[in-house]
T-cell receptor, first 113, second 113 residues
């Protein structure tokens, strides 16, 4: 049973517009959520995270929103740039340091010129 | 500071052969994990470790063994390779601070024929 779901395999957005990537989770014990970005032939790199005690976290062009009641989070990229074209993974973990991090299947974002 | 180093980068194995994927980190991280990435499947956790001498299974542990004799190294062993193990393998490490999740290596692309 998939605990972290990214239901959109791909997304195309015009350069300069907002990109919104969505993620749903099923495990109510998840306490911490992360987004990773992955370019081809490279390992994933950490992008931004949010704790369940918050509903928003912002870092430059990237903002993550968390709706705990809906078990839903989203990553907003504003404005979208060509270098943002990549696969984005949503991930979740429990509140204990020893808890493993579970990833979704990823969403491939294409930024169109 | 090399981060997480994985070797080899590419490997072709015949069915039934054994091999070890190497992973080393120089950040003194307690936590290390192995993930595999398959098309349409995202990143799936194979095994993880919360410290030297301590390992546990992830989502897809069958066919793989691990050990953690030092903080720095976390090798992944395939005892009898199968075509279903054709994948890209990523090793990752973390200090356990949830702010940054895992630092990933650049991956090992394994093909089993």
């Amino acid at each position: 049973d998939q605990q972290v779901k990214q239901n959109s395999p791909s997304l195309s957005v015009q350069e300069g517009r907002i990109s919104i990537l969505n993620c749903d989770y099923t495990n109510s014990m998840f306490d911490y959520f992360l987004w990773y970005k992955k370019y081809p032939a490279e390992g994933p790199t950490f992008l931004i995270s949010i704790s369940s005690i918050k509903d928003k976290n912002e870092d430059g062009r990237f903002t993550v929103f968390l709706n705990k009641s809906a078990k839903h989070l989203s990553l907003h990229i504003v404005p979208s740039q060509p270098g943002d074209s990549a696969v984005y993974f949503c991930a979740a973990s429990g509140r204990n340091r020893d808890d493993k991090i579970i990833f979704g299947k990823g969403t491939r974002l294409h930024i169109l010129p | 500071n090399a981060g997480v180093t994985q070797t080899p980068k590419f490997q072709v194995l015949k069915t039934g052969q054994s091999m070890t994927l190497q992973c080393a980190q120089d950040m003194n991280h307690e936590y290390m994990s192995w993930y595999r990435q398959d098309p349409g499947m995202g990143l799936r956790l194979i095994h993880y470790s919360v410290g030297a001498g301590i390992t546990d299974q992830g989502e897809v542990p069958n066919g793989y063994n691990v050990s953690r004799s030092t903080t720095e190294d976390f090798p992944l062993r395939l005892l009898s390779a199968a075509p279903s193990q054709t994948s890209v393998y990523f090793c990752a490490s973390s200090s356990g601070g949830q702010d940054y999740g895992y630092t990933f290596g650049s991956g090992t692309r394994l093909t089993v024929v």
